[in-house]
C-alpha cells in the first residue's frame, strides 16, 4: 500500500489584477507569482490604512463629543429644533410679512429667547419668517402677532405671553431633544419628497 501525497486542487489569483487559475506550490499561497504578491501587499496596506483613518475618525468623533459643554449641547438642539421649525413650515408663508420668496427662512420665535428661554424649544413659539423680517425688522412682532392670533387662537398666544416656570434642560435631555428634532425632520422631508 504506497501512500500518495494528494496534489493540490487549482487556486485563483487574489491579485484583482489577474485572476489567472495556478496550482500552489506550498501551503496558504494566494498567488501566482511575487510580482502579485507585491501588488496584493499594496492592497492590502491601502485597506489597512482606510481602517485605521475610519477608527481614528470615530475616536476623535467620540472625543469631541466628550468634550462638548452644555451650551455646545444646546445650541446643536437649537440648530435642530430650527430645521424642524422650516421644515414644519415649509409650504407656509412668513409669519410676519406674510410673503413667499426665494431668499433665506428663519425660525423666528414670537417671544425672543433672550427674554424668555424657558419657550426656546416651544413650537407655538417658533415659525417660519424671512430673515429680512426676523434680522432687520426685529421680528416685526406687530403683525407677527396678528398672524398668530389666525394661526393658534387668542388662547395659545395668551399663554403664550403670560408668565412660565423656568426651565435648566439637562445634556442628555438637550441630546435627547436633537436626536428627536432631526427624526421629526427627516420624516418632514421624507414626506415632501414622496
Request: aromatic fraction near 6%; charge should be positive.
Amino acid at each position: 500500500m504506497s501512500l500518495q501525497s494528494k496534489q493540490p486542487k487549482p487556486k485563483t489569483c487574489r491579485n484583482p489584477a489577474c485572476k489567472t487559475s495556478f496550482v500552489p506550490q506550498r501551503l496558504g499561497q494566494a498567488v501566482c507569482s511575487p510580482k502579485c504578491a507585491l501588488a496584493t501587499v499594496e492592497v492590502q496596506k491601502a485597506k489597512v490604512r482606510k481602517s485605521l483613518s475610519l477608527a481614528d475618525r470615530r475616536e476623535i468623533k467620540v472625543r469631541k463629543e466628550a468634550l462638548k459643554t452644555r451650551a455646545d449641547h444646546l445650541k446643536d438642539t437649537q440648530v435642530a429644533f430650527n430645521a424642524w421649525v422650516r421644515a414644519r413650515d415649509a409650504d407656509l408663508p412668513c409669519i410676519s410679512c406674510g410673503r413667499h420668496h426665494e431668499g433665506q427662512y428663519h425660525a423666528g420665535h414670537y417671544r425672543t429667547v433672550g427674554a424668555n428661554p424657558e419657550l426656546r424649544f416651544e413650537p407655538l413659539n417658533a415659525w417660519k419668517q424671512c430673515a429680512p423680517c426676523n434680522n432687520h425688522l426685529s421680528g416685526n412682532l406687530i403683525n407677527y402677532r396678528i398672524s398668530l392670533l389666525q394661526r393658534i387662537g387668542e388662547e395659545k398666544v395668551a399663554w403664550l405671553e403670560g408668565p412660565h416656570q423656568a426651565k435648566k434642560h439637562t445634556i442628555e435631555e438637550l441630546k435627547a431633544m436633537t436626536a428627536e428634532y432631526r427624526a421629526k425632520t427627516r420624516e418632514l422631508k421624507k414626506g415632501q419628497a414622496a
